[in-house]
T-cell receptor, first 108, second 117 residues
């Protein structure tokens, strides 16, 4: 499974934007970048995914570098409910291989 | 829609016993995935189905594990015999077919927490 690299953990202040980086230097032309998050004691939850262009939805924005070797998930205004483990996944097929993720702590 | 439904939510059993975990995917979804999560290994993909057919079972740890999908609305993951190292949270997820490469949005159930003593 293709590997992505994320920080182990990050802190963010409530009501401020959060930028979550992800490196995927082995990405190929048909690989998508998927982001999921997992709140405590729950199953993972879809956040966003993209191929080349930046993507926006009601939850977040995904900024993909021009060379596609990295991307950034942007939470525009962190709330306490956004405290979770965030997973960045690179895949060109139906296998979504979750790594250890990035534990995001939101400070009130 | 009720979402992906898993049962049981919690199971405690003794080593050597058979364990059966159940999953009802979201109606209309063509893909079904079984994952296992532990502190040590994180979230691992065990197997996935497309239109009830197993496509990739390379993540199934060993012959003690088996998964079936007899119809579009039901899947089971069976462990026989169970061992303490099988203790984990087992998640089922389903996804619709999309027109793009790769799966659509995966919808996860709440998981089945298994403890093998």
């Amino acid at each position: 499974d293709a590997k992505t690299t994320q920080p182990n953990s990050m802190e963010s202040n409530e009501e401020e934007p959060v930028h979550l980086p992800c490196n995927h230097s082995t990405i190929s032309g048909t690989d998508y970048i998927h982001w999921y998050r997992q709140l405590p004691s729950q199953g993972p939850e879809y956040v966003i995914h993209g191929l080349t262009s930046n993507v926006n939805n009601r939850m977040a924005s995904l900024a993909i570098a021009e060379d596609r070797k990295s991307s950034t998930l942007i939470l525009h205004r962190a709330t306490l409910r956004d405290a979770a483990v965030y997973y960045c996944i690179q895949t060109g097929n139906n296998r979504l291989a979750f790594g250890k993720g990035n534990q995001v702590v939101v400070i009130p | 829609d009720a979402g992906v439904i898993q049962s049981p939510r919690h199971e405690v059993t003794e080593m050597g016993q058979e364990v059966t975990l159940r999953c009802k995917p979201i109606s209309g979804h063509d893909y079904l995935f079984w994952y296992r999560q532990t502190m040590m290994r994180g979230l691992e993909l065990l197997i996935y189905f497309n239109n009830n057919v197993p496509i990739d079972d390379s993540g199934m740890p060993e012959d003690r594990f088996s998964a079936k999908m007899p119809n579009a609305s039901f899947s089971t993951l069976k462990i026989q015999p169970s061992e303490p190292r099988d203790s984990a949270v087992y998640f089922c997820a389903s996804s619709p077919t999309t027109g793009t490469v790769g799966p659509g949005e995966l919808f996860f159930g709440e998981g089945s927490r298994l403890t093998v003593l």
